[in-house]
């Protein structure tokens, strides 16, 4: 008898590096557009290097916060702020999914169209955000419109509270209900185990 080797194919899949090296073209990308001191560009590129490393060390997320400082040294434009807006998001993401995925495996693409879905969803809501707010506010307008940023950062602080409330109401609720597995909280299998 002779000992087969196992194998799993996966039909379309990509190496599990390739996310980390998504991370580094995310941020390269965003800060060549974004970022006009070539300091920043060489501290981001380096903390997204960094990240394909040791992606615990959170380098990317450093990296990523590289860009909307770019927004902040240059003069307010829509389109840039959708740009950082997208960014960003893409990078989180990606480094999120980089964070647990070994570089050494391969990722199935079906695995990723839920992580993919969220983004969009995401961005179909930030987008329009992003273009919308300058229109309100008008070229001249900024000045007078400093009061949106702690508006959203409140109305961010109440959506957190009653999500965190929903969770522990719904832990609440859960450790109320009788345990299905029986009073020795071992499984009921009807027999000998």
């Known amino acids: 008898m002779t000992a087969r080797s196992h194998t799993l194919r996966v039909p379309a899949a990509v190496p599990g590096i390739a996310l980390r090296l998504l991370v580094v073209a995310l941020v390269a990308a965003g800060v060549l557009l974004l970022m006009p001191y070539a300091l920043w560009q060489g501290i981001a590129i380096v903390m997204a290097v960094a990240a394909v490393f040791v992606p615990a060390s959170l380098a990317a997320w450093a990296a990523a916060a590289c860009l909307p400082f770019g927004l902040l040294v240059t003069e ?29 495996s391969r990722v199935a693409l079906l695995v990723l169209g839920p992580s993919a879905l969220r983004f969009a969803v995401v961005q179909l809501i930030a987008q329009p955000t992003a273009f919308g707010v300058p229109l309100l506010v008008g070229a001249s307008g900024w000045a007078t419109a400093s009061w949106l940023a702690p508006a959203a950062a409140g109305s961010l602080a109440v959506g957190l509270a009653v999500a965190l409330a929903a969770l522990r109401r719904a832990d609440a609720e859960s450790r109320s209900l009788p345990s299905p597995a029986g009073p020795l909280g071992g499984a009921n299998v009807r027999g000998p185990s």
């Open 76 to 104: 307010p434009s829509a389109t840039r702020t959708a740009l950082a807006v997208l960014l960003v998001h893409a990078i989180h993401v990606v480094a999120s999914l980089a964070l647990v995925i070994p570089a050494r």
